[in-house]
């Protein structure tokens, strides 16, 4: 950064340029050669700067600025005349300050400068804040304000004889400018009441919108298998440093697919986008930084993915298999786990069929789209349902059983419930972790089987008690024993 540095001095109330002869003016230990009322030097950015300068007949003035940051600066110095004793101005103070602002915080340093501005008090907002050389105030948000300093001095026997604020050019020192006739402070505070500093957002505003999905009638904010979604960022920057933005996209998986740094110029440069491949939550993750200040600034969002193809029960036997998508055909064919039972078929996005299924079995729905395949199962135990019920009722219920001789009937009873529990208890696990499948590889398919062999004993077990094949009702409503394992025999 470039740092200017200006000499005044200040007379009868009258701010005037002061040329500082050769080598009077000395930063970081660097005299300048050459009288000048201005001088401006190369700092390294976000270093520290001393400053020293020196005139004959005025008060010298020395100052160590912690940081100058990185933005150019021109500063303003008031040298003050050492007066005789006898002099009426001997002994008054000239206060007055200048201030760096930290482009990265809300955070300002004040710093003296004047050569004799007596002993300081720094006010805020017209309240004393520090009586300090330096002043730091860290306002946490964008704010404009007034930073005021005061200077006085006293006589050895007691007494004020100067008082002088100062905030701004606009009204310049306010005090007495007679000796030992210095009002309250709060009058000379009241003079000046101007703003002086303003705290602004130094923050980009920064967050990622993803494009709109595919409407498949969804009541969230999915998106279709295979679609390709657009993340876009919003950028509204507060300076002119330089700026990258990195994205992070992590699939349902944990695995990150994307990894990109890209320098920012605009937002279509950094406008990415890509398929959603994967069933599940992808998560993008994009970080603005600020390359000169060295700054990180953050932000998240989801993209779901969300099945297109649903299965809904119709009635018995009869299930409906819809295709939400509303731009993308699928194909399906539907197996037993020893057969296929139902060839490939298309099906148009945004329709719907009813399929039919031969009976109580496993089935598998292999659904494929853009080189993609899915696997659906279904499980259709309806008859088997109807014929446990009827015959679970006809046990409990039928008035001509003797409640003496039960034995049978309760193994019966044992037999069906072991069954069925374990099939159903099989078949829950399997549904509570997955409902689809991306493949059916050899251990899958070794456990369908498993629970299709379990439904085959219950299905036989069913057939030799013949309620599968009955055609009359057996159930509570009848008072007579029915053919088909229905009530006692």
């Not at 002119?240 to 699939?251: C, D």
């Not at 496993?362 to 279904?378: F, G, R, S």
Request: proline share 4%.
């Amino acid at each position: 950064m470039n740092l200017t540095v200006n000499t005044f001095s200040y007379i009868a109330g009258v701010k005037t340029a002061l040329s500082i002869p050769s080598l009077g003016v000395t930063i970081n230990g660097v005299p300048i050669v050459g009288a000048s009322t201005s001088n401006t030097v190369a700092i390294t950015d976000n270093s520290a700067a001393t400053i020293n300068i020196v005139n004959s007949g005025y008060f010298s003035y020395d100052v160590a600025i912690d940081s100058v940051f990185t933005e150019n600066k021109t500063i303003d110095i008031i040298l003050v005349l050492d007066l005789s004793i006898v002099d009426p101005n001997y002994n008054r103070p000239y206060p007055r300050f200048f201030y760096f602002q930290d482009s990265y915080s809300f955070k300002t340093y004040f710093y003296n400068a004047s050569s004799f501005s007596g002993n300081i008090e720094w006010y805020y907002n017209n309240t004393s804040y520090s009586s300090n050389s330096k002043l730091v105030i860290d306002t946490k948000a964008p704010l404009e304000y007034q930073v005021k300093l005061r200077g006085t001095t006293y006589e050895p026997l007691g007494g004020v004889r100067y008082e002088s604020t100062w905030a701004t050019d606009i009204v310049g020192i306010s005090g007495n400018t007679t000796p030992d006739t210095a009002s309250d402070i709060s009058t000379y505070l009241a003079l000046d009441l101007n703003k002086n500093v303003i705290e602004i957002e130094y923050r980009p505003t920064f967050y990622l919108t993803a494009s709109d999905p595919e409407d498949m009638g969804q009541t969230d904010k999915g998106y279709a298998r295979d679609e390709v979604v657009t993340i876009t960022p919003f950028i509204e920057l507060t300076n002119t440093s330089t700026y990258t933005v990195k994205y992070e996209v992590t699939n349902p998986y944990g695995i990150v697919f994307i990894n990109t740094t890209i320098s920012y110029i605009d937002i279509p440069s950094v406008t990415i986008n890509f398929p959603l491949s994967i069933l599940g939550n992808y998560t993008v993750k994009a970080t603005l930084t600020d390359v000169e200040g060295n700054q990180k600034y953050y932000s998240t969002i989801n993209v779901n993915t969300i099945n297109f193809i649903d299965i809904t029960y119709q009635s018995c036997n009869v299930f409906k298999l819809e295709n939400r998508s509303t731009t993308i055909p699928i194909t399906y064919e539907i197996s037993s786990l020893t057969e296929v039972v139902i060839p490939q078929t298309g099906l148009q996005y945004n329709s719907s069929v009813n399929l039919t299924l031969p009976g109580t079995n496993l089935y598998t729905i292999k659904v494929t789209y853009n080189d993609i395949v899915e696997y659906y199962i279904i499980n259709n135990y309806c008859d088997l349902e109807d014929c446990m019920t009827t015959y679970i009722l006809d046990i409990f219920c039928d008035p001509t059983c003797d409640p003496c001789n039960t034995l049978d009937k309760e193994l019966d009873l044992i037999r069906l419930f072991a069954l069925s529990n374990t099939y159903f208890m099989k078949l829950q696990k399997e549904y509570y972790i997955n409902n689809y499948y991306t493949a059916l590889e050899q251990t899958k398919l070794d456990e369908l089987t498993n629970i299709k062999q379990t439904l085959d004993k219950l299905t036989e077990y069913c057939k030799r008690k013949g309620c599968l094949d009955r055609s009359e009702d057996c159930g509570c409503n009848k008072t007579t024993s029915q053919k088909g394992g229905c009530g006692c025999h």
